[in-house]
């Protein structure tokens, strides 16, 4: 399908955007919810543009979008019935399986292929890994969340004691770098739209990824096992969707600047800045594309072995669960 800048601007002018979950009873049969674990940034590309520009309507589909306030909280609402299914770090997902409360959730699609998350510190006096970590203070964004989670598994890659590192939360923004010229931290984890506009604003900083540690995937779609059978056809159709507005972005079939407008009608603070958004953008769709475009929204067994070896390693995940147990690609296969 060929999409162009008309027909782009006018499904964002006309498309359909429900601001809060409704609960799955009260749903339509064509109707599905997604809750986010953040406010909108221009990671949720594959939600955001997917609903602007039309191609959810396309597939006869009502897609309610939240807003969360952490993983945790997104888990929260799919568990409890509260949303169809919730867009979440792949090691919150699998952390969550771990545990008995979580055991009949499952992703059934990877949507970052690699980590989002950078680790920030200066360059006069930078932390390049987790063996530069030992007995200082790490920014995170929250406690127990992905940002913590992947600190641990990164000190575990490295054998590096997890108690002699503070943690501090710390917000996602390049604010953060003041709190370290100030002595309060050594480093913190941020997006990776907080990476772009500190690389771009010419500050001294000294930033790497964390998948330069510990390869994971990045964000996955997660829900409850019997939520998704019940609802596979929309599943089927929700993934179709996605997975058609991506690949039109990838190959270049939509321009960057007629996605950001499709966008607009999110006002996400990072997209005021039309140079900067250009940049965030084209970092954030490299990522769904990291292990290659033949494994655009595929769970990769490699890249979610490595992650759960390595969260098992540190105790975050039981020593005996199966791939089956995490996830799924009926989905992404019967495309």
């Not at 055991?103 to 006069?124: H, I």
């Not at 598994?153 to 590192?165: F, K, N, S, T, W």
């Not at 984890?189 to 506009?197: F, K």
Request: glycine share 8%; aromatic share 6%.
């Amino acid at each position: 399908m060929t999409v162009n800048r008309r027909k782009v601007l006018a499904a964002s002018a006309a498309g359909m955007f429900l601001a809060s979950v409704r609960p799955l009873g009260a749903q339509s049969q064509d109707a599905l919810s997604i809750v986010l674990p953040t406010h909108f940034i221009l990671a949720f590309i594959d939600v955001l543009f997917a609903q602007a520009a039309g191609y959810f309507e396309r597939e006869g589909l009502q897609v309610g979008i939240e807003e969360g306030r952490g993983s945790s909280m997104a888990l929260q609402q799919a568990l409890g019935g509260n949303a169809t299914i919730a867009r979440i770090g792949a090691v919150d997902h699998i952390r969550a399986v771990g545990q008995p409360a979580g055991r009949d959730l499952v992703a059934f699609g990877t949507v970052q292929q690699t980590s989002p998350w950078f680790v920030v510190s200066l360059q006069d006096k930078p932390v390049t890994g987790p063996q530069d970590m030992a007995d200082r203070t790490i920014g995170i964004q929250s406690v127990g969340g992905t940002t913590e989670t992947l600190l641990d598994i990164m000190l575990a890659a490295r054998g590096i004691d997890r108690a002699g590192v503070q943690r501090v939360v710390v917000g996602n923004s390049p604010a953060g770098v003041d709190l370290i010229r100030q002595g309060r931290i050594d480093a913190y984890l941020v997006t990776a739209s907080i990476a772009v506009a500190l690389r771009k604003s010419g500050q001294p900083v000294h930033v790497w990824n964390t998948d330069e540690v510990a390869p994971t995937p990045g964000f996955c779609y997660s829900g409850k096992r019997n939520v998704i059978e019940r609802h596979g056809a929309l599943i089927q159709r929700y993934v179709r969707a996605v997975r058609t507005a991506m690949l039109d972005l990838i190959d270049g079939k939509v321009a960057v600047a007629d996605a950001l407008k499709a966008m607009e009608r999110y006002d996400m603070a990072e997209a005021r800045n039309s140079e900067l958004a250009a940049a965030i953008y084209k970092e954030n769709v490299a990522f769904l594309v990291a292990d290659g475009r033949e494994n655009l929204l595929r769970n990769v067994p490699g890249r979610w072995q490595s992650a759960y070896d390595l969260m098992v390693s540190c105790g975050l995940a039981p020593p005996n669960l199966k791939q089956e147990d995490l996830y799924t690609n009926r989905f992404i296969d019967a495309l």
